[in-house]
Each structure stands twice: as structure tokens, then as C-alpha cells.
């Protein structure tokens, strides 16, 4: 009825129980241990020793468990606050960034010697077609239509529309853009207009005048919008075709319109003396 693994099971528990009753009448008596306490000691004490270790066993993984715990606990409390400092010089950052750029606003200011309004750049035509941003300055704050908007770095547009707390700025790179120019070493005059390609192009410069590759680009004036020698860009490419009168002159702005952040749009209307070409 019983397999031999039940017999030696229940043989073990009788074996330490004996073992138990016989440690603990000799502890009483205080007298010498007999030969049957011997043996019984000498063969439980493997099992004794088993469960001793598996105890100790047990008991270290549940001291380094909690201390596991413990340590985790501290990860994630020392994680939280490395993700705090990061966002804290993050925003230090974006804060030195911008005074940066505000403080090259303010030098341009105070070179242009004209009445300005700085505004932020607060949104994007998402449509491929247009080259437009939103701007948070509007009638409001002085902002009309057909008012030019430059950076530290060229010309930026113009204002397309105005409503009382924003404003529509046409950047130059847009094809339905036009501003007056003139190669700044030769003074050769042509009309710069913005290309899909993210280049401009400076067109009715007549094949006589000489154009090369790295020439600055600024504005002539003469368009009764922008002041005269703001920068616009430098020649990229130059090509004279075997037939017409014309060049045709590839620009690369100086402004990069996919960085632009803030700008400064001219409120006042320029003076005659300021459109001559000098």
C-alpha cells in the first residue's frame, strides 16, 4: 500500500522525533548522551543542517530583497530629480538662448535708427505653397499692412495682413514676394523673388553686368519699402544663357527661415532721402 519513498519519509519523521524526545530527556537528566542519541544525532544532522541552510537561505533573499527595495526606491527618487535638474537647465538654456537673440534684436534696433516693433514668431502656414508665419503683434501694437520685417541677419518679408493682437508676414523666400536689389559690388539692380527650392532668385539683371558666385545681395530702396543696404543674401549660382538679354542669378538668403524665432518690423514710412540710390 505504501511505495518505499512514503516508508523513508515517515521513517526521517520518526527518526527526529525520537531524536528530539531522547535530546531532550538527556538535557533534563544532565546525564551522558547513549549510543542511541549518538546515532540519532548522526543521522539527522545532515537534515538539520539542510534546513538550517535553507533557512539562512530564505532569510538573506528576504534581507536583500527589502534591501533591492530599498535601492530601487532610491533609483527612482534619484531618477525624478535628474529629470527635474535636466528640465531646470533646459529651460535656462532656452532662457539664454533668447536673450541672446533679443539682445542682437536691440543692437539691429539701434542701428536701423527707426521706429520698430519686435515681435515672436507664433505660427506657420503649413501649407507647401505658401512661405507665411503668424506673428503676436498686430494693429495694436502699430502693426499695418505692406510694413517690412527684418532680422538682425536681412530681411525677413513683409506684412500681408494685420488683425488688432497678430499679424501675416509673406517671408521673401515666397514666389509672390518682390524686393528691389542690388548686387552690393557692382550695383547691378534686379528684383528679387523666392524660388521653391528654398533659393531666390534675382531677376532682370541684364547680361552686361558683371555677378559672382558669393556677391552680397542687399536691397536698393527703391521699392519705397525697405530701407536701402539691408542684407538679403549672396549669389549661389550664376548662369548667362546663349540667348536674351537677362542672367539668371540664384540667391541663398542670409536669413534661415526654418530657425526664425523673432523679427523686428519697421513702423515708421521711409524718407525720401532714404530711397535715393546713393
Given at each position: ?17 525520537v531524536?528530539i ?9 544532565r ?9 540519532t ?10 534546513i ?6 530564505l ?7 527589502f ?9 527612482d ?9 535636466n ?5 535656462l ?5 533668447s536673450?541672446?537673440r533679443?539682445?542682437?534684436l536691440?543692437?539691429f534696433k539701434?542701428?536701423?535708427?527707426r ?17 507665411t508665419v ?8 502699430g502693426?499695418q499692412?505692406?510694413?517690412?520685417v527684418?532680422?538682425?541677419k536681412?530681411i525677413?518679408?513683409l506684412i500681408?495682413?494685420a ?6 508676414v ?15 559690388g557692382?550695383?547691378a539692380?534686379?528684383i528679387?523673388?523666392g ?20 556677391d552680397i ?12 543696404g ?14 536674351g ?6 540667391v541663398?538668403p542670409?536669413v ?9 518690423i519697421?513702423?515708421?514710412?521711409p ?8
Open positions: 500500500m505504501f511505495s518505499k519513498k512514503m516508508i523513508l519519509i515517515v521513517g526521517a519523521i520518526i527518526l527526529i522525533a531524536n524526545i531522547i535530546l531532550s530527556v538527556n538535557s533534563q537528566e546525564t551522558p548522551s547513549t549510543r542511541v542519541g549518538q546515532f544525532i548522526f543521522l539527522i544532522s545532515p537534515f538539520q543542517n539542510s538550517s541552510s535553507s533557512i539562512h537561505f532569510e538573506n533573499i528576504w534581507r536583500y530583497y534591501d533591492l527595495v530599498g535601492v530601487a526606491q532610491q533609483n527618487a534619484l531618477s525624478k530629480k535628474l529629470m527635474a535638474a528640465s531646470k537647465i533646459n529651460r538654456r532656452e532662457i539664454e538662448l536673450h541672446a533679443i539682445e542682437q536691440l543692437e539701434s542701428e536701423l535708427k521706429q520698430v516693433v519686435a515681435a515672436a514668431i507664433v505660427g506657420k502656414d503649413p501649407s507647401p505653397w505658401y512661405k503668424i506673428i503676436d503683434k498686430g494693429r495694436d501694437s502693426v499692412r505692406g510694413m517690412p527684418v532680422t538682425p536681412g525677413a518679408g500681408m495682413d488683425s488688432d493682437a497678430y499679424a501675416k509673406l517671408l521673401i523666400e515666397d514666389q509672390n514676394s518682390a524686393v528691389d536689389a542690388l548686387v552690393q557692382t550695383r539692380r534686379g528679387i523673388k524660388e521653391p527650392s528654398g533659393l531666390l532668385s534675382l531677376y532682370y539683371v541684364l547680361r552686361r553686368h558683371t555677378v559672382a558666385k558669393g545681395i542687399i536691397s536698393s530702396g527703391l521699392d519705397g519699402v525697405f530701407p536701402k539691408l542684407q538679403i543674401g549672396y549669389v549661389h549660382e550664376v548662369n548667362k544663357p546663349s540667348s538679354i537677362f542672367q539668371e542669378v540664384f541663398t542670409f534661415d527661415f526654418e530657425k526664425l524665432e523673432e523679427v523686428l519697421l513702423t515708421d514710412v524718407q525720401p532721402e532714404e530711397l535715393s540710390d546713393t
